[in-house]
Every structure is written in structure tokens, then in C-alpha cells.
């Protein structure tokens, strides 16, 4: 067992709009719950009105979040072959794919953590903290990173295994879960217990551990209905190269989206506190409609790999059409209302007025690159439920790597702090044509 009738209309029959929207919609919200849960930290963090502690949390972010680049390399990798094999009917392999993810996940996530704390004190130097921001920083990485590192990525990549078979829902809910309980427990730890930075991180750890096992309820009730195994006995390197094939594209992406950021805020801290704060902030509400996004990314890849591996292509491709549009559509109204109401905004995650300002201003000038991310995000998704990571990869390194990190550099000496924010605009749309012109090739070619 694997598919049953159901889940084959949905892959192979189903209208596009609707076999799109049926697992998208259900990733979409718990990407919203998940941003929120990644929200959670800063805004109730910006309650105590303390920048130097809201600059603490969004220099350690960006490192932090290498732990979704290692969710995605082995979670998002596994899903996109399983998918795949699901279309060849290959079903009897996806417990050797899924032992693997899950433990080479966990291992290599483990060692990642604990030299992240060896080497604590250069890498918060790296990242811009200042003699004001370190203590934060540092109890915050401990705990986030060091001891919450592992349950992090195994829930993430526990959500990816389980959209792969079509359990969206089951996925979202274990998802939305884990951020509902982080915005549950942070006030508990920063306010009751008066543990302000180590109290958000603690809340983060418990959220992520918690909801692994609220994701091993769920495998455990899918029984039969999945094919999916846990077992250390089906752990081989057999399928390695193929995961890491598509995980290391997504990975990459994060990566050296989280290297940007991490250039950003290094360059920003030449500036002061105040301005790593209000990045920080922004970099968090900008990402609501690139989570959307990435919902709309996660619920589409089932359909397009399995297609493309059923040779329906037609089909594949007019799931991607009818993606980019929505998410086209979904953009410019992020865009519309953060322009009308940044101020107001930024106000509610920091009351600070100078943090808030500056904030609001870094919000109005970030929010119009988020149509064309979106659309250079969803091509780089395609090619890899697709099983082309090459093809994504060199997207993703020419978008992040050699363009936006030396661009970060070049518009901090030219122009200064918002000539840094102008960077992301700059990027997209350069790398727009470039996104277009590989997805049409390559769809070109499998027609041949």
C-alpha cells in the first residue's frame, strides 16, 4: 500500500486549481503559523521596548535558521523523491529514503549544533554582536541552536516525508502545532518567569521538541496508510545521491539566503544597534508573503513531481502556471497593505519610536521586491520537485551568492544603510529573465 484511489485523482485527475489549492492551502496556513511562531520571539521580545534585546534575537536568526537549509536538504530532498517514485511506482524504496533522511538528518544536525556552541565566541563576533548584545545572544544560541538544533530539523523534515504521500493536512497541523505552542509559551518564560531572551528560546525548544512527538502520533496513526519507515534497520546510503540531488538545492537556497542576511545585519551593526534591530523586525514581517509563498512551493511539488515522473507533462506544467499566478496575485496585495500601513506596523512589535521609524521605512522600501521573490522561488521549486537541482542550484547561487551578497557590499559603500534594503529589488529583477529562460528550456527539452 501507498496511493490509494483518492489520492490518485488528486495527483492525476483532479482540476489543476482545485489538486493545487487542496494540498496548498493546508501548507499555506501552517507556514503563516510557522512565520507567526517565527514572529512570536521578536514581537514579544519588542513588548520589553529593550532594542539591544531585539538586536540580540536578529543577529542570531540568520544562524538559526540554517537549521530549516538542513531541514530542506534532508526533508524537502526525501519528499521530492519520494513523490517521484510514488508517479514510477516505485513504492517499495520510500522506507529506505525517509530511515535515511530522518538519521543522517539528525546526526549531521547534531554536530552542526554543538560546534555552533564551541565556537560561540567568534560566531557572534561574525554576526555583529556588540559588548551590549552578547549575553543575549549567546543564551539565545544556546538555546535554540545547541540543545534545540535536532528537534528542529526533524520536524521539519517530518512535515516535508509527510506532504510527499499527500498528507497535507496531517503535515500543516503538525506544523501549526509547533508555532501555536511557541506563541503559547514565549510570554509564559519572558513575563511570568522574567527570563526575557533565554525565556523565547526556551519556548522555541520546547515548541519544536513537542511537536516531534506530536508528529510520531500522527505516523503512528497513519499505520498502513503510509509508507514511510523510521526504522534504523532500513538506514542506507543507497538513495543518498538522489536526495541530496534536489535537499541541496533547497538547502543552498536557504543557506546562502540566511548568509545574506547574516552579511546584512553585519553591515547594518556598523551602524548601531537601533538599525540591526529594526532590520531584524522587518526581515521577520517580510517574510509573511514569502511564507505564503513557500506554502504554495511545499503543496505544488507532490503534483509536479509526480507528474513529471508519470510523463504527464502537460499537466506539470499548467500546476506551475496556475502557481506563479496565484502567487503573483497574493504578493501584490503583501505589498499594497504593508505600503499603506508600516508604521502602524512596526509600532506594534517595538514601541520604541526610533527602532519603529527607521523600521517602517526599511518595510515600505523591502516589500516591492516580494512579486518578483515569490516568482524566482516558485521556478526554483519547480525545477526541483522536477528532480533538476543542478538547475535550481545555479539559480539559487547566482541569485544569492554572486549577486546579492557582493551587491549588499557595493550599495553599503555607494549609497549606505538604505541602499542595502534597495539590494533585494535589484536582485529579483536581474534574476527574472534568468529564472524564466531555465524553467523554458528545460520544459523544451522533456518535450523532445
Known sequence: MVIDESERYLFEK??????????AIPTIISQIVTMIYNLADTFFIGQIGDPEMVAAVSLVSPWFNLLTALGNLFGLGASSLISRFLGAKRERDIKYISAFSIWCGAVVTLIFSIASYLFR?????????????????????????TI?????????????????????RQSSIGMMFGGILNVILDPIFIFLFKLDVAGAAIATMLSNTLSVAFFAIIYIRLGNNSAISFSPRFFTFRFMKDVFSVGLASALATALGNASNMTMVHLASGYGDVPVAAYGIVKRIDQLPLNVSMGLCQGFMPLVGYNYASGDYKRMKDISVFSWISAIVMS???????????????????PEVNTSTLGASFLRIAC???????????????LQAMGKGAESAILTSCRQGLLNIPLLIIMNILIG?????WTQLVVEIIMLPVS???YFHTFRKLKK
Open 14 to 23: 483532479m482540476p489543476v486549481p482545485k489538486a493545487v489549492m487542496t494540498l
Open 121 to 145: 565566541e567568534p560566531l557572534l563576533s561574525f554576526l555583529g554582536a556588540s559588548p551590549n548584545t552578547y549575553s543575549y545572544a549567546e543564551s539565545y544560541l544556546l538555546w535554540v541552536v
Open 148 to 168: 534545540g538544533g535536532v528537534p528542529t530539523v526533524i520536524s521539519l523534515a517530518l512535515g516535508h516525508l509527510l506532504r510527499s504521500e499527500g498528507h497535507a
Open 332 to 350: 501584490a496585495c503583501f505589498v499594497a497593505f504593508f505600503e499603506i500601513f508600516a508604521s502602524q506596523i512596526l509600532h506594534i512589535f517595538i
Open 368 to 382: 516591492i521586491a516580494v512579486p518578483l521573490t515569490s516568482i524566482n522561488f516558485l521556478i526554483s521549486y519547480t
Open 417 to 421: 544603510l538604505f541602499g542595502m534594503i
Open 436 to 438: 524564466l529562460g531555465i
